[in-house]
């Protein structure tokens, strides 16, 4: 069985996205670890959280009118969609089929995070700071000038 842990590698500077990635790592174990009598809870909660974890990175892409958020956009349809079909699967007592997708799940996760994920947040930030980044190295340059003691 495939793990997942959270740690600094899986950060990609994004507030919301970051919160959602941890999210995302805890609710898969857990489901992960649930046995066969609490599966069906921890399911639904995995389910609650794709919705909206893909919901809101499909916004931010809108949003921001990332260029290729397509085929971004089309992979989370497309994983929500198995998602919804095993959930109704492991409502007839397809306990295995359901442990296979959340195993899935975890393979999924690092690859789409590296290459999809961070791109959007790359995106995402450029747009964001804009200028800033002058702005920041002034108020740097302007500290270190102004606490700089020359010798007499
Ligand atoms: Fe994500
Ligand atoms: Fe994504």
Redesign the pocket.
Known sequence: MNTLHWNDDLLLGHPSVDAMHNEFVEVTSEAQSADDSELAQKYARLLDHLTRH?AS?DRMMEESGFPPRQC?MDE?AAVLKSAHEVAAKLATGDVALCRRLIDELVKWFPK?SQH??SALVHWVNKQRLGGKPVVIKRSILGRAHTDMTLPA
């Open positions: 893909f990175e971004h989370h789409h999809l994920d």
